[in-house]
């Protein structure tokens, strides 16, 4: 199992920045993937950044060149640096590991940590 505890959320005033982190602990080898999703009231979870084993990156088009995932594999850790927020990224935020063990796709959910961005 792996575990995975976020941090980092909170109110902000449209333009301001925050940082999330994710620290991940338990059995966290062969981890292929971690990623940040979100969830706004009344509309699905989408993936906003995700961060490959390899070190590639991928981001949502509506955060691209304002949110930046990043991670410090000696503390198990991926942050998600979100700069110039706007009020639509107001949602839940939910840190993601995702790895194939025998073929089978596992993912693995934070308990989320709630993103408020006033206008």
């Known amino acids: 199992q792996v575990q995975l505890v976020e941090s980092g959320g909170g109110l902000v005033q449209a333009g301001g920045s925050l940082r999330l982190s994710c620290a991940a602990s338990?059995?966290?080898?062969?981890?292929?993937?971690m990623g940040w999703y979100r969830q706004a009231p009344g509309k699905q979870r989408e993936l906003v950044a995700a961060i490959i084993s390899g070190g590639s990156t991928n981001y949502a088009d509506s955060v691209k060149g304002r949110f930046t995932i990043s991670r410090d594999n000696t503390k198990n850790t991926v942050y998600l640096q979100m700069n110039s927020l706007k009020p639509e990224d107001t949602a839940v935020y939910y840190c993601?590991?995702?790895?194939?063990?025998?073929?089978?796709?596992?993912?693995?959910w934070g308990q989320g940590t709630q993103v408020t961005v006033s206008s």
């Open positions: 338990g059995i966290i080898f062969r981890i292929n993937a």
């Open positions: 993601n590991a995702h790895r194939v063990i025998a073929g089978l796709p596992l993912d693995y």
